[in-house]
């Protein structure tokens, strides 16, 4: 009898895990769907203010750069703005060098200081209301490269995400997918909303809990955003 009990209790228990495991896949399968849909939507967007800025241009030139860019964001696996790998902005003193996450912010900060940045600093700043989609490429990276490492307290991508209105699921299946530049899926997320500035970039860099001074620093550097 004690048998046919611990027996019971087993087959109970093993179904158990095995609706759990049920609808944990089916909570996946339905993030990763609303990710698709929302991804088809912000394409659709993209499309439709790409073509909009194509007919508003006023040479060949400005039309051609419109039309790259509209590829670009379209084609989301070749992230804009690549820097060299020589750049002294990026490079560490080794390639096998092993450094902690505070070791390489410091010495980022200590590169700025003792090498000029890799662009001629403007002599008028370009208007704070600019939007995101004609953020210098260099700048850019730089701010992919500090924001896509993940910070213990959160401080990173992630926050960012939260203040710009990722849901908290899209943020997790982002993790899951395990991301080599999860900044760059963030800012193509947030490059269809009409508020996406440099002032308001600028705001969210500068929040205490992102903390980032380094791409802010940059972006005051070129715009207009105090």
């Known amino acids: 009898m004690v048998y046919m009990l611990v027996d019971d209790l087993y087959l ?37 203010n790409g073509i909009e800025e194509a007919l508003e241009a006023k040479s060949t030139p400005e039309l051609y750069r419109i039309l790259r860019r509209l590829k ?12 060299p790998s020589d750049n002294p902005l990026f490079k560490l003193k080794s390639k096998n060098q092993t450094v902690s996450r505070s070791s390489h912010t410091m010495e980022i900060i200590h590169e700025m200081e003792t090498t ?18 004609y953020l210098i490429p260099e ?24 203040r710009i209105g990722v849901s908290s699921e899209t943020i997790q299946f982002w993790r899951r997918m395990n991301m080599k530049n999860p900044m760059e899926q963030v800012l ?3 490059k269809d909303s009409k508020g996406a500035t440099m002032t308001m970039l600028h705001r969210h860099l500068k929040h205490p809990h992102i903390n980032a001074l380094i791409p802010a620093k940059l972006i005051s550097d070129f715009y207009q955003v105090d």
């Open 139 to 162: 700048i850019k990276q730089a701010l992919c490269n500090e924001l896509s490492l993940e910070k213990y307290t959160g401080g990173d991508w992630r926050a960012f995400a939260q």
């Open 116 to 133: 000029p940045f890799p662009l001629t600093k403007p002599l008028r700043k370009q208007c704070g209301e600019t939007h995101i989609r």
């Open 188 to 190: 193509t997320f947030w």
């Open 12 to 48: 109970r228990n093993e179904k158990r895990s095995m609706v759990e495991q049920r609808i944990e896949d089916l909570e996946t399968r339905v993030t990763q769907q609303s990710f698709n849909y929302q991804n088809m939507v912000r394409k659709n967007l993209s499309c439709v």
């Open 72 to 83: 670009q964001d379209l084609i989301l696996d070749k992230p804009m703005g690549q820097l």
